[in-house]
């Protein structure tokens, strides 16, 4: 399994930000396709997951009511909508994949390469 994450920026506070993950390599399943962030100088923390067959959604608290996952089956991709960021959202953005939800890092099998989300004014 291959993941690809995209849609790296700057961003205002109060700002949006959607982040999209394309996975290759083989039929989902029923996997959990998941984000995860890293700040400088922090650990690996889990934002959000969905069950690809059934769609079921996972936040982290922070984030919810905020931000927004998504997938599109036809496209093999997640989606990562991202609204009224703050500065503490400022951290590079991973795509993983795994066979059931986990909210750690040893729940995920498969990593995609982080992509860079800095809310700043």
């Known amino acids: 399994v291959q993941l690809q994450a995209f849609g790296a920026g700057l961003v205002q506070p109060g700002g949006s930000l959607k982040l999209s993950c394309v996975v290759s390599?083989?039929?989902?399943?029923?996997?959990?396709v998941g984000w995860f962030r890293q700040a400088p100088g922090k650990g690996r923390e889990f934002v959000a997951a969905?069950?690809?067959?059934?769609?079921?959604?996972y936040y982290e608290d922070s984030v919810k009511g905020r931000f927004a996952i998504s997938r599109e089956r036809a496209k093999d991709s997640v989606y990562l909508q991202m609204n009224n960021l703050k500065p503490e959202d400022s951290a590079v953005y991973y795509c993983?994949?795994?066979?059931?939800?986990?909210?750690?890092?040893?729940?995920?099998?498969?990593w995609g390469q982080g992509t860079e989300v800095t809310v700043s004014s």
């Open positions: 390599g083989r039929t989902f399943g029923s996997y959990v």
């Open positions: 993983t994949a795994g066979a059931r939800l986990g909210r750690t890092v040893s729940d995920y099998r498969y």
């Open positions: 969905i069950d690809w067959s059934g769609g079921i959604t």
